[in-house]
């Protein structure tokens, strides 16, 4: 699959998420999908979001990123010294998030 059907293809699974699937906020004001509620979602996360080698795949990253991921922003969540542990979609809202990886 093209970068960017595999980004309108995740862009589009991410708005599906209902709104309830969502912890209520913490004391950030954020409020994170709750563990295990969208096992599909999570999936195509981490096959769009991750390389076959297990780095961050920056190509799709990078668009999503700009004008095309519709508001959308991925970045690190989890660090260490090799690198990302985890990564987060944070939605338009900059409220809503996923953690993936």
Excluded at 16 to 41: A, E, Q, W
Excluded at 52 to 61: G, K, M, Q, R, V
Aim: proline share 7%.
């Amino acid at each position: 699959m093209e970068p960017l059907d595999q980004i309108t293809n995740l862009i589009e699974k991410l708005n599906t998420i209902d709104d309830c699937m969502f912890l209520s906020p913490n004391k950030y004001g954020y409020r994170y999908l709750k563990d295990h509620c969208c096992p599909d979602i999570e999936s195509l996360c981490n096959e769009t979001l991750i390389t076959p080698d297990a780095h961050p795949n920056y190509e799709i990253i990078n668009i999503i990123n700009s004008k095309d991921g519709r508001g959308f922003h991925v970045g690190p969540g989890e660090v260490d010294s090799f690198g990302w542990l985890s990564g987060i979609i944070t939605y338009p809202d900059k409220i809503r998030k996923i953690v993936f990886g």
